[in-house]
């Protein structure tokens, strides 16, 4: 049976708590018994949004590109069942005022028609197609994989046969908690493969990318200017706010879709 509403209204009352729980999973014991009850077989990929991305010389033009998104595209037209949540319970949970609340996570896969139907809809391919588009034009950001942790407080199985595609905000996103999350977790959520952020000589060093954009701490000044760590996950936020300019995304393998699709379909059947 699906999860009640009540239960996950108890969700987002304690979503603020998030940290208490992911500082756990540094524990030995507690920790091992976190990773398999809720993150065991995840495989999950940030996308950048298609418009940080620089397009290099090699490349015509981006009409020719293929661009981060048409991964979510792939699944939506391969998908036999596509479900879209009501709300963002990251968005809502935390009363969000700079992102929509109302763009939820797109759900794919046979798993996804057990979910209660209180909490979101099954749509058509045209119906995902949009939605992924209007979160994109909102400044969201998406990841892609297996998620065990939906899996359990949906109560849906088999995990298998469920793809989640959140649509992300840097402030309210869950996954915050990667820096405090055990390594063995967090190295479970991906920069997509090729994706390069670099910091140019245009940096000013004023440090709004390090107030306002990355979501994982990834980024710290040094002196007067911006640094960024292993921990950058890619998505490109820090390219859409920096006031100069002074940062870029760059995919060095224009290829990823060919290692990219087989990775995420041998975890998940959305057909």
Known sequence: ????????????????????????????????????????????????????????????????????????EHFIEKASYLWIMNTCICREATKCKDFPIELGCLFMGEAAMDINPKLGRRVSKEEALEHVRRCREA?????????????????????????????CCPCCCLWRVLPVLSPKVSYKVHRMPGVKVTVTDRCEGCGTCVEKACFVNAIRLEGDRAVIGDACRGCGHCVSVCPEGAIELTIEDTTFMDSLIPRISSLVDVT
Request: with cysteine.
């Open 139 to 167: 400044g969201l950001f998406q990841l892609i994989g297996r998620n065990k942790l939906d899996t359990m407080w949906l109560n849906v199985r088999p995990g298998d046969k469920l793809l989640t595609v959140c649509n």
């Open 1 to 72: 049976m699906s999860s009640p509403v009540w239960f996950v209204n108890i969700i987002k009352r304690t979503f603020p708590q998030r940290f208490i729980m992911a500082r756990m999973t540094r524990l030995p014991v507690i920790g091992r018994f976190i990773d398999y009850l809720l993150f065991e077989g995840d495989d999950i990929i940030y996308l950048p949004k298609d418009q940080t991305i620089q397009v290099g010389e090699e490349i015509e033009g981006p009409e020719n590109m293929i661009l981060p998104s048409q991964v979510v």
